[in-house]
């Protein structure tokens, strides 16, 4: 045997402390961290099969490459066996809806390049294309009898011009031709300027391909791309319902909306409601004679409940189901028999599945409903099958995102998939505990959370962040959440409420915020922070603040009426509601149900809600985040709030992000980078041990 030389000795004993160092780093690494988001995957918009047999479900996830969300389709066995995809790529698959027959499915994907619909035989795995669209469709429905596929898709209009240009030189570049802005609602958050291009319309075709015939016409959404609504067949297969705003001032009334019959024969079209206040289209009972939906009577304000109705099927005789229960309900399904319905709705914290009958009293069947990404409620969804099988998206603080199967027989809920277990099979995740506390502003029950660090020491001191949901009228809940795990792992507690003006506690609680935000959740949340301060792991002299949207309003509102915190982190707020009355995609909504009237004629009261009217107060150190393609909280009220602090010489930075719009993550990078800066941004402030 050769003898090794001393240079290859060294050469090789450095390899092995390299190596070692890599295992032993990747042996530390037992919480989860900004390297594993991309591993991450996440499901969503559960199918079952006709038989009840099977469920098709989406599959999310992510590529580092090339910097991408995209999502694929796979099956799985009602009881859990045979989890295998049915299609895979770099492309995005979605919205899968299996034949009456359930022998094929429809689906998008834009594996070919735009997306479009596509058809599978589910004995073959044969696939083809049905269409040929100029633009992306959505809300993909079989007909009854298999013979049609509904869908809805915009339409485009003519732009409008005004001057009339002279020609070009042969070879000359000219600039492009301005952009005429004519309607209210001409860009919109996460869709951009193509809001403003055409209106979306109705369309059916032979399911076994051919010419969409377009049903639906004018200068209206059929239904609204941005507020969601879909399509209902009736049993005959010979009409369609869905929910449209055709008001001439629809402008001003987007949310004004009323279900609308069209004939497939000749697209003829009638109002089955008339009331001011949506009408949300649901479905038609199984036997044809009764349309379920949900609405509420318009009465501007900023948190209305919206509650199941069911009418007979030509629009007579509209009968309030839910009028004694205190929550909103949405996702409505009727039972095969017709002689309820499912639905869901937030209570407390949870995404609850529930079955309503026809007096109104509805039972829990399930509370764990998530979109595995969010600490949002409301993100759950489900599917029911004849026989009375269901499969909906699962989640709970620490199981991120799964598709979980009961049955109405046997409510006990079981996960038949586990898309995650390759990360947290071998990650310790961060444990959240519920917490309950009184607000010093009135003594109401304020309901939170208390995420710890993963490898928690109750014997050590602990930062803690107070981070804030947005909407305001949203709420945070028991729910898996990236976002805090991410801090949790970098060593922080975190708290998160759900101060006065969430929802899911009823009516009351959601409005004691009405023409009054922000205001007094302030006392709900410094509440909170006292009461973790009593708890002997929080270091008191290392408290944080951050938040998002709604969440960003209230961080300003907070450090401008207090310096307990060593540094903030505001990202995409509203600091000057008068600005953003006139800027905001949204503008119709804050003129009418957030304020109470126009801006130039209600000037106080739109600044005494402001953040920038305190920014003379802060002496925080601030992090001033946005995207520059936010049209929810326009980056211009992220520039005010960023020059309000400079300009007083106080410690903030801006951080902008490109092409990046409300929520900041558009791409996977950008919302590791969002996470990463606020970290980052908290440790350099960190008071040190002395």
Not at 476 to 502: C, D, H
Request: net charge negative; charged share 20%; glycine share 8%.
């Amino acid at each position: 045997m050769k003898k090794m030389s001393f240079k290859n000795f060294m050469i090789l004993f450095f390899l092995l402390v390299f190596i070692t160092s890599l295992i032993s780093a990747q042996d530390l690494s037992k919480t989860y961290t900004a390297h594993d988001y991309f591993n991450f995957e996440w499901t969503s918009d559960p199918q079952i099969s006709p038989d009840g047999t099977k469920v098709i479900y989406v599959r999310n996830f992510m590529d580092a490459t090339t910097d991408q969300f995209y999502s694929n389709l796979w099956v799985v066995n009602f009881n859990g066996t045979d989890n295998r995809p049915l299609t895979s790529g770099l492309c995005h698959d979605s919205s899968p809806r299996w034949s009456p027959d359930g022998r094929q499915i429809i689906y998008l994907s834009d594996k070919d390049g735009k997306p479009q619909i596509h058809k599978r035989w589910m004995d073959t795995g044969e696939s083809v294309v049905l269409t040929n669209l100029l633009f992306p469709p959505t809300n993909i429905t079989w007909s009854p009898d298999s013979k049609s596929i509904a869908f809805s898709a915009p339409v485009p209009t003519m732009p409008r011009t005004i001057a009339q240009m002279p020609p070009a030189p042969p070879g000359a570049k000219w600039a492009p031709p301005p952009r005429i802005v004519d309607k209210i609602v001409y860009r919109f958050d996460g869709i951009g300027y193509q809001i403003s291009m055409g209106y979306m319309h109705l369309f059916v075709m032979p399911a076994n391909g051919g010419t969409p015939r377009q049903l639906s016409q004018g200068d209206f959404n059929h239904p609204l791309p941005m507020f969601g609504g879909g399509i209902a067949w009736a049993p005959d297969s010979k009409h369609i319902l869905l929910s449209a705003c055709r008001r001439n001032d629809s402008d001003l009334e987007l949310l004004d909306t009323e279900i609308y019959e069209f004939a497939v024969a000749d697209g003829t079209m009638k109002a089955l409601t008339n009331r001011h206040g949506p009408d949300n289209i649901a479905e038609i009972s199984p036997d044809g004679k009764f349309v379920a939906y949900t609405g509420y009577d318009e009465q501007y304000m900023e948190y209305q409940t919206a509650r199941l109705y069911i009418m007979n099927r030509d629009g007579s005789s509209p009968k309030c189901i839910t009028k004694n229960f205190d929550r909103s309900v949405s996702s409505v399904k009727w039972a095969a028999d017709g002689k309820g319905l499912y639905l869901i709705y937030d209570d407390t914290g949870r995404t609850r599945l529930g079955y309503v009958s026809p007096d109104g009293k509805i039972e829990e069947l399930a509370n764990t409903l998530g979109d595995g990404m969010m600490a949002y409620g409301g993100t759950g969804t489900y599917a029911v099958s004849p026989n009375g099988n269901l499969a909906f998206t699962y989640s709970e603080p620490n199981h991120a995102s799964d598709i979980a199967v009961l049955t109405t027989k046997n409510p006990k809920v079981r996960l038949v998939t586990d898309v995650n277990e390759d990360i947290f099979g071998h990650k310790v995740i961060a444990p959240v505990e519920e917490i309950w506390f009184k607000s010093s502003h009135d003594g109401r029950k304020i309901q939170g959370w208390i995420m710890k660090p993963p490898q928690f020491d109750p014997s050590k001191k602990y930062p803690l962040i107070l981070e804030i949901h947005g909407g305001p009228w949203a709420s945070y809940g028991e729910y898996f959440s990236i976002e805090k795990q991410l801090l949790a792992s970098a060593g922080y507690v975190v708290l998160y409420t759900n101060p006065r003006g969430s929802t899911g506690y009823g009516y009351e609680f959601a409005n004691l915020i009405h023409h009054d935000y922000p205001g007094n959740d302030y006392y709900d949340l410094m509440s909170g922070v006292d009461a973790m301060l009593e708890k002997d792991y929080i270091d008191k002299d290392n408290l944080f603040i951050t938040g998002g949207s709604g969440g960003g309003i209230l961080t300003c509102w907070v450090i401008g009426q207090t310096d307990r915190f060593r540094a903030a982190a505001t990202l995409y707020p509203v600091v000057n509601w008068y600005s953003t009355a006139l800027t905001s995609d949204i503008a119709f909504m804050a003129v009418k149900w957030e304020a109470p009237g126009m801006p130039w004629d209600h000037a106080e009261h739109y600044m005494k809600r402001s953040p920038i009217s305190l920014a003379g107060n802060v002496q925080t150190p601030t992090m001033v985040m946005c995207g520059e393609e936010d049209w929810r909280c326009p980056i211009m009220e992220s520039e005010q709030y960023y020059m309000a602090l400079k300009l007083q010489n106080i410690e903030t930075v801006l951080v902008r992000f490109p092409n990046a719009s409300h929520g900041i993550r558009n791409r996977p990078s950008q919302h590791i980078s969002k996470m990463q800066h606020i970290i980052a941004w908290f440790d350099q402030h960190k008071k040190k041990a002395e």
